[in-house]
């Protein structure tokens, strides 16, 4: 995030879609298109997607769960099993890391999530800080 800080002109508008953790505190079902074990995932809550946003500059206009839009696009995958597309890049287990990534959304352990955000200038950054430190006491 701090390198799209450094490259985005302040006022520059950006989307992230990412898989966040959702709001049942249970561990995931593995494995899942982005890792094969527990060990190898790296999945923010959306607490800690806002402060690392915002700790790299950024305001966040626009936070949305695509929960069910992610569920309907996975059952369409399913359904159609496509030879190519996802299946070349997910690798082996598709299959089985698509239906699991689809039962960790079903049971809120996982969200994918949409998040529209504007990189603040340089004068934003430097108030928030100040009101920050005064918050702190």
Not at 25 to 35: G, M
Not at 68 to 87: C, D, I, M, V, W
Request: charged fraction near 30%; glycine fraction near 8%.
């Amino acid at each position: 995030l701090k390198e799209w800080a450094r490259v985005l002109k302040p006022g520059s508008f950006f989307g992230l879609f990412d898989v966040l953790r959702g709001s049942i505190a249970e561990p995931l079902s593995f494995p899942v298109p982005w890792a094969g074990k527990a060990e190898d995932s790296f999945v923010a809550s959306l607490d800690e997607m806002r402060r690392y946003l915002g700790e790299a500059g950024f305001e966040i206009l626009v936070e949305d769960d695509l929960s069910g839009f992610s569920l309907k696009s996975l059952a369409r995958l399913q359904a159609a099993n496509p030879e190519f597309g996802p299946r070349l890049v997910i690798g082996n287990d598709y299959e089985t890391k698509i239906a699991n990534l689809i039962a960790n959304i079903e049971t809120k352990r996982c969200a994918p999530s949409l998040m529209i955000c504007r990189k603040r200038s340089t004068w934003e950054n430097q108030t928030r800080d100040h009101k920050a430190r005064d918050n702190r006491g």
